[in-house]
């Protein structure tokens, strides 16, 4: 720090180049520096979450509650600097007891830092959710010592008899306000009749179809595809060129005489294949079951027996 040289009342400051910091705009009172930080994750956490650009940083109001939902913030780049200023106050001996004398106050500035980067949090806090339930008598009760296992319990632990508690499966995707404006039905005058729509007078509906020639059915459908489409095997046939499409052509053939039902994921999981190359292998070897799983939860709810030999035939093994 250099002072002097300037107006009364100004400092001149030397700037370093570093340290680099970051601000976090924290949304409440920091009284504990450590409880703040343990509510983003520590400063590893945060750490990790300043080395990708990508991610938004997470503040949990609650760090030891797995129901509670984080308050995302977002980052932005910012140059700004960190001052520390200190206040010294220089109280002068009084000479004569009838005049009073100002004490010597004298300010002193040091720049720590540079910040460069900034999370702010800007969405809504409110969404939150908590483990209790009503009693008779209306009071909350806890249910975080009967729904959260903290240590390895006995089977007496799971089944005990507990209020229903479902916490949601998702919450808004949106954690900032928006305005939605509502607008009346239109009003006809008597006698209108709404014109007959077709195709050739509509604009835009949707980005034209990309069929692969993939074909789908329902569960309940009684009736099951035997062979793939003529235009799925002339597609894959016309692409399949090199070894390393037979390669993964076989590997799939073996995963399905593994077991008859993958999902897309799983697939991908155990072959390593290009995307744009399983949007075609998938319709010459296989079918898409669009309601399997709607109509096994619905299976079982209405008293189902065991669902071992259900997949039997949902996919084709071509040979």
Known sequence: MAAGGGEAGSAVLELPRAPRLVCVEHPGLVRDV??????????????????????????YFRPRDPYCHPVCANRFPTS???????????????????????????????ILGIVTTVYKFQGMSDFQYLAVHSGPDGKQISMYDKVLMLKPEKEEFFNRELPLYIPPPIFSRLDTPVDYFYRPDIQHRDGYNNPQVSGENLIGLSRARRPHNAIFVN????????????????????????????????ELRKLFEVRPVWSRNAVKANISVHPDKLKLLLPYLAYYMVSLWTDLL??????????????????????
């Open 298 to 319: 619905l299976f079982l709810l209405q008293g189902g027996g065991r669902i071992t030999w259900i997949f039997l035939a949902l996919y084709l093994n071509i040979s």
């Open 80 to 110: 700004s600097l960190l001052l520390r200023v200190t206040r010294r106050t220089k109280r002068q001996q009084q000479q004569d007891a009838e005049k009073q004398t100002q004490p010597e106050v004298k300010f002193e500035m040091e």
């Open 219 to 250: 569960f309940d459908d009684e009736e099951i595809p035997a062979k793939p489409l003529d235009a799925a095997v002339q597609t894959w046939k016309k692409v399949c060129t090199n070894p390393v499409d037979r390669k993964v052509e076989e």
């Open 34 to 59: 450590g409880a703040a930080l343990r509510t983003l994750g520590g400063e590893q956490g945060v750490s990790r979450i300043y080395a990708d650009p990508t991610k938004r940083l997470e503040l």
